[in-house]
T-cell receptor, first 112, second 114 residues
Framework: QQQVKQSPQSLIVQKGGISIINCAYE??????FPWYQQFPGKGPALLIA?????SEKKEGRFTISFNKSAKQFSLHIMDSQPGDSATYFC???????????FGSGTKLNVKP | DAGVIQSPRHEVTEMGQEVTLRCKPI?????LFWYRQTMMRGLELLIY????????DSGMPEDRFSAKMPNASFSTLKIQPSEPRDSAVYFC????????????FGPGTRLTVL
């Protein structure tokens, strides 16, 4: 059973546009929701993370929106740039439990 | 800090051979994770350790796979015998248990079994 469902599988956005990637989870015990960015040939790297006590977290052009009642969270990339082209993974875990449940990934292509 | 170190970066072997992948976690981290990444199955957690003790190995595909962590600064993932379907990128990650939970990934080992 997939604990975290991610969509879309792939995404093409024009430079300057907004990229939106969505994730949904079932386990209400999850309380840490990170997003990882992976470039080809590299390991995933933490991009931004949120805990469910806030509904939004912003770091530069990257924003996580969190809807606890819907059990959904999403990544928004404002003013998308070709350098943002990568695969993005959402994940969820329980506090002090280090096991991450990763989504299936979204391959983002930002066209110049 | 040097980050998580994995070796080798690339491994090509023939079916039936033993393969050993190595990982050095970030100093001070007490949790270590082994993942496998393929196009078909995405990022799969194989096993993770807390304080050198295996906690959850439910993701290990079969008995051909084994992992050890003899001390806080070294772990191995062994496949014996290897099969073509084991071809994948294997990542090691480490974190500080009880903290923010952030996992830091190594660069991965690309394994090709012919």
């Amino acid at each position: 059973q997939q604990q975290v469902k991610q969509s879309p599988q792939s995404l093409i956005v024009q430079k300057g546009g907004i990229s939106i990637i969505n994730c949904a989870y079932e386990n209400t015990a999850f309380d840490y929701f990170p997003w990882y960015q992976q470039f080809p040939g590299k390991g995933p790297a933490l991009l931004i993370a949120i805990r469910p006590d806030v509904s939004e977290k912003k770091e530069g052009r990257f924003t996580i929106s969190f809807n606890k009642s819907a059990k959904q969270f999403s990544l928004h990339i404002m003013d998308s740039q070709p350098g943002d082209s990568a695969t993005y993974f959402c994940a969820a875990s329980r506090d002090n439990f280090n096991k991450f449940y990763f989504g299936s990934g979204t391959k983002l292509n930002v066209k110049p | 800090d040097a980050g998580v170190i994995q070796s080798p970066r690339h491994e090509v072997t023939e079916m039936g051979q033993e393969v050993t992948l190595r990982c050095k976690p970030i100093s001070g981290h007490n949790s270590l994770f082994w993942y496998r990444q393929t196009m078909m199955r995405g990022l799969e957690l194989l096993i993770y350790f807390n304080n050198n003790v295996p906690i959850d190995d439910s993701g290990m595909p079969e008995d051909r796979f084994s992992a050890k962590m003899p001390n806080a600064s070294f772990s191995t993932l062994k496949i014996q015998p290897s099969e073509p379907r084991d071809s994948a990128v294997y990542f090691c990650a480490s974190s500080l248990a009880g903290g923010a939970g952030t996992q830091y990934f190594g660069p991965g080992t690309r394994l090709t079994v012919l």
